[in-house]
């Protein structure tokens, strides 16, 4: 049953959000200016990445599945996002919201979630340095992904923002191939420029 639900909503063919792709700087990453959206989300603290993007996910299924004031199903789409707020110390919190893009249908008028966890978030506009991996993402690769990134933007000059960044994930569990994962760090504003 998990199975079939999972091939379901994690088959190829769900909606993105929208993006207007940049001029490549390096090889090994893309800049990706993605457009204004509304994203269904959920914020979490914890020490763990995996564990708060396990109760996330959780939270934002059910409510596309219906557990919203319309009782409406939404459309799974991709990627699912976490945004990541780090916290001050090796032993501190941080904050990930993880976050599902709302249908091109539903962005008028999303419905309204029941659970009190769950918010319909504005994304204004932004841009995205994106580092693409492969594999089952954990903890250990997201940060030797960032790593990589980090390393190749201090390398190409480029103006960037070191938190909050974002991971994200476009495959069920239950594919076991070619899979796609990503993380994000967002470019500096001219007008944050030191």
């Known amino acids: 049953m998990l199975k079939a639900l999972g091939q379901t909503f994690f088959s190829t063919g769900l909606q993105n959000p929208g993006f207007t792709a940049g001029e490549p700087k390096g090889r090994d990453y893309e800049v990706r200016t993605y457009h204004a959206a509304k994203w269904a989300s959920t914020t ?10 396990s109760a996330g996910f959780r939270r934002l299924f059910s409510y596309i599945q219906g557990n919203n004031q319309s009782k409406a199903k ?13 916290g001050a110390g090796p032993a501190c ?3 990930f919201t993880v976050s599902f ?4 249908e539903q962005q008028a008028s999303p419905p309204e979630p029941s659970d009190p966890e769950v918010f319909v978030e504005q ?3 932004f841009t995205a340095y994106v580092r693409t991996y492969g594999g089952f993402s954990s903890d250990t690769m997201r940060q030797e992904e960032l790593l990589k990134l ?4 201090q390398r190409d000059g480029v103006q960037f923002v070191d938190k909050p960044f974002y991971t994200a994930g476009y495959d069920s569990p239950f594919k076991l191939t070619n899979r796609r994962n990503e993380v994000w ?3 500096k504003n001219p007008e944050e420029a030191e």
């Open 74 to 86: 939404v459309e799974m789409t991709a990627p699912v996002t976490c945004r990541v707020d780090p």
């Open 101 to 104: 893009y709302v249908p091109e």
């Open 44 to 53: 979490l603290s914890g020490m763990q990445m995996d564990a708060a993007m």
């Open 123 to 125: 994304r204004k506009e």
């Open 185 to 187: 760090i967002l470019q």
């Open 93 to 95: 919190e941080s904050r």
């Open 150 to 153: 980090l390393e190749s933007l």
